[in-house]
């Protein structure tokens, strides 16, 4: 089967940028070719697809005048349209698999697809569909839903985007753009959903997406000699350093503890807010940004993987990094975290923004002993390789590329399958 892969960017962002490529290679081992469509980077990864990207700006680097002048490239892609109409009839892909699309390609990418028949299946990473920022959450990281009625101005009043008026007027202006105009919705011929979370949270909005949907968790690669039963000497935050994961009531909750080490890894708005925490809190360690194996051993080496996000998480990449290492988990209550921690059984559960929840979890976790930690260590490992399991998810995936297209090419399912 010929599968096109298409991202805002190619290059590693985060965890919608991780699913892309990881699901590029997966295809890829069971023999089907595949090809990409992203935008024109200095930090892609190499491709010889590279020759259809399209180039884009980025509009948080922008000034005033420059983001005036991107208004209906931001909305409307033409370009980006007409280099993916390129590749189309180039490379003649039998499915289309979408990932992040907004703000750089745009929804002039799907009307391209449909232009040309072919079927488009697109893994839903985030809320972008319900909310201009994405996120259902405001400027300060507090969960918002006041955009369920598609009235989406309560982004611009309340500066959703990052605090900054003009950037929030331009997901405003794209949300309307696709209320109005040209719906996304339409052009999606099937949904899949990373957590039952985000599959009900998206149906309760919106109807439009019944009858066409899938929950398919995130994989991950499993290597016996990865796993570690063992417990570390430390608990670990590995991910983006920002507001609405919590990072603040993360280090709150350790800046006073003299008893349990906390390592932070990762990057983000909240670097120097870290730092500065680390180097006033003895038991706080800052190690930056970790990747590749220099990040397994972290993992591998630690007792706890903490989640403190405050914000509605999808299936967050962490604990499925983490539970491949059999390292069990303390997260916060709020979206798909919830299905994925058996409180009590195989980690820990607390109230999201609660400090003195989290601390009371912290203690909870400590007070396990080698038996029990073991317990909670196979349990979580167990629950990976039942739900995170790369063969399951690829299984899954073409059961969800075979029917969409039986169902949108005609004759299809009178055709082998490749």
Not at 125 to 148: F, I, T
Request: aromatic share 12%; net charge neutral.
């Amino acid at each position: 089967m010929r599968i096109l892969m298409i991202n805002a960017c190619h290059y590693m962002r985060g965890g919608a940028e991780m699913v892309y490529f990881n699901t590029a290679g997966l295809l890829k081992s069971y023999g089907h070719e595949v090809a990409y469509f992203s935008s024109l980077d200095a930090r892609n990864e190499q491709t010889e697809y590279e020759r259809y990207f399209v180039e884009t700006g980025n509009i948080r680097e922008m000034s005033l005048l420059r983001k005036i002048r991107m208004v209906p490239s931001y909305l409307y892609n033409s370009r980006a349209a007409r280099q993916l109409e390129r590749l189309i009839l180039d490379f003649r892909p039998d499915i289309a698999h979408v990932h992040i699309f907004y703000g750089v390609l745009s929804v002039s990418i799907l009307g391209m697809l449909r232009k040309h028949k072919v079927p488009v299946v697109h893994t839903v990473h985030d809320y972008r569909l319900l909310c201009p920022v994405n996120s259902l959450a405001d400027r300060n990281g507090n969960v918002c839903e006041l955009c369920k009625d598609r009235h989406y101005y309560h982004c611009i009043i309340k500066r959703c985007s990052e605090g900054i008026i003009s950037q929030s007027i331009m997901v405003t202006l794209e949300a309307y753009f696709w209320k109005y105009i040209m719906n996304p919705i339409k052009y999606i011929d099937h949904f899949i959903f990373v957590s039952d979370f985000s599959r009900s949270k998206h149906l309760e909005f919106n109807p439009d997406f019944e009858g066409r949907h899938t929950r398919i968790y995130n994989f991950t690669q499993f290597s016996e000699q990865g796993e570690s039963s063992s417990e570390g000497d430390y608990f670990l935050y590995f991910g983006r350093l920002s507001a609405e994961k919590g990072i603040k009531t993360l280090v709150s909750a350790f800046s006073n503890d003299k008893g349990h080490r906390l390592k932070i890894a990762g990057t983000g708005p909240l670097k120097e807010f870290v730092e500065e925490a680390a180097g006033t809190s003895a038991n706080i360690e800052y190690v930056g940004f970790r990747k590749g194996e220099d990040l397994a051993n972290l993992i591998r080496e630690s007792s706890f993987v903490i989640l403190p996000s405050e914000c509605y998480e999808n299936n967050p990449l962490t604990i499925v990094e983490a539970y491949s290492f059999g390292k069990p988990v303390i997260g916060a209550d709020t979206g798909g975290i919830k299905e994925l921690i058996n409180n009590g059984r195989n980690g820990f559960l607390f109230r999201s923004r609660d400090r003195k929840s989290l601390e009371s979890a912290i203690e909870n976790s400590a007070l396990l002993n080698d038996r029990e930690y073991h317990e909670f260590s196979k349990s979580v490992r167990d629950f990976a390789k039942l739900k995170f399991d790369k063969e399951k998810h690829y299984l899954d995936l073409m059961d969800v590329y075979t029917r969409v297209r039986s169902i949108t090419v005609p004759g299809y399912a009178d055709k082998d399958t490749e």
